[in-house]
């Protein structure tokens, strides 16, 4: 059966219950008489022990909310009962009382008591030893040990105890936060990259369908010929948008969920990875002269293979280049692919038409691209260079050392 609310853990309500119990038990020993005197005086009335043991009880019921006053009351009453010869019950209680002032005072309480108890058994000892005259006398000692150090040693125990799980609930709460802290970066991390490739599969496709689009419906007096040329484009960059975001879809799917979970590649890459690489640049560039922007291709060096990672990003960084080149240059532009011993370096140069296409975005793509080097521990930069914008990445084709 459980305890009502008022008597629970840590409750005011069970600290004036044990001080109520502890009045009991000594009322007890003072009814029945068996509450004998430490040392007796006959000139002393019985009645005189009940204010200590009601003090002492107090401060029982005190040792949560006032630890050091409950100390105290409850060693005040200790010495009055002692100058009256000393009684039972109230030295039994205030070892209850010492063990609630190491478990809940300050530290600074506890190591006070430990010396002072410690301190008090020893000039106990030998007190008795020389007033007795015999070794007997450090039974004076003993006394004090059981009555105070023991108390205090457990109490003492107690508190590290309940420190140190304390401690370890902290620690856990703290490891809980941090891990969910990690998760939850995981996760914006992880929806960051998949923005950054959804804007990578679809943006390029879409903006050339915008484009041509847009002149379709802008320019008047367009013959049969240039309309089809235009719907060509449209339909071809419409259909590769298409495939590419099948092929994100399929590796977004949960295993079981319909259809083949293609592995990733080197540091996480896409599927696509398997086509989009930097080799299929020339049908990139096809792609993008359809659309009318007109390409120069230059190759430096020697083409060889490149790591899976590389390899996409190389890509994608040629093909969002080349699309802002379609959005926002004069209609013309420089692809270079410099292959090097320890990396590829790739270059977009092409003139700005002030105003652009008429399109607008957000930033993502040169982010992007910014990211995708970085991650490779490549270097990337985009601005104004010569009259011109130049897009310009270095790709570590191999490790250092």
């Known amino acids: 059966m459980r305890p009502p609310p008022w008597l629970g853990s840590g409750t005011l309500g069970r600290d004036l219950a044990l001080a109520g119990a502890s009045l009991a038990g000594g009322l007890v020993l003072w009814t029945l008489g068996w509450q004998p005197q430490i040392r007796p005086h006959p000139d002393v009335p019985p009645a005189l022990f009940l204010p200590p043991l009601l003090a002492v009880c107090v401060a029982v019921g005190l040792r949560r909310v006032a630890p050091r006053a409950s100390l105290g009351v409850g060693t005040g009453a200790l010495v009055v009962d002692i100058a009256l010869g000393g009684s039972l019950g109230t030295i039994l209680v205030y070892t209850q009382v010492l063990y609630d002032a190491c478990v809940y005072g300050p530290a600074r ?4 008591l430990l010396r002072a108890t410690v301190g008090l058994s020893l000039v106990g000892a030998v007190v008795g030893v020389l007033l007795s005259d015999e070794w007997r006398g450090v039974a004076v000692g003993v006394l004090v040990v059981l009555v105070g150090l023991l108390p205090v040693l ?10 140190q799980a304390a401690a370890e609930r902290a620690r856990a709460e703290q490891t809980a936060r941090l891990v969910e802290l990690d998760r939850w970066q995981a996760v914006s991390a992880e929806r960051a990259r998949m923005a950054r490739e959804l804007h990578d599969v679809v943006a390029n496709h879409l903006s050339a369908v915008a484009i041509h689009a847009t002149a379709v419906l802008s320019v008047p007096g367009l013959d049969r010929g240039q309309v089809e040329s ?11 948008g298409l495939a590419e975001m099948r092929q994100m879809i399929e590796l977004l799917r949960e295993p079981g969920a319909g259809g083949t979970r293609t592995p ?17 640049a020339d049908r990139l560039v096809e792609r993008i002269r359809a659309a009318g922007l007109a390409v120069r291709v230059r190759t430096d060096g020697t083409p060889g293979p490149l790591p899976v990672g590389v390899d996409l990003a190389a890509y994608r960084i040629v093909q969002e280049s080349l699309t802002n080149a379609l959005k926002h240059g004069a209609g013309e532009a420089e692809l270079t692919i410099a292959y090097r011993p320890t990396e590829v370096v790739l270059t977009v140069e092409n003139p700005v038409r002030r105003g652009g296409a008429g399109l607008t975005g957000a930033g993502a793509g040169l982010i992007g691209m910014r990211e995708r080097a970085t991650l490779l521990a490549g270097r990337f930069d985009a601005g104004p260079h010569d009259g011109r914008w130049r897009v310009r990445a270095a790709l570590p084709t191999r490790e250092d050392g």
């Open 109 to 112: 309480l506890w190591r006070w």
């Open 230 to 240: 235009a719907l060509r484009v449209i339909r071809e960059s419409s259909v590769q």
């Open 154 to 163: 457990t109490g003492i125990s107690v508190r590290q105890y309940r420190d």
């Open 264 to 280: 990733a590649g080197d540091g996480g890459a896409l599927p696509e990875a398997a086509t989009a690489r930097l080799a299929e």
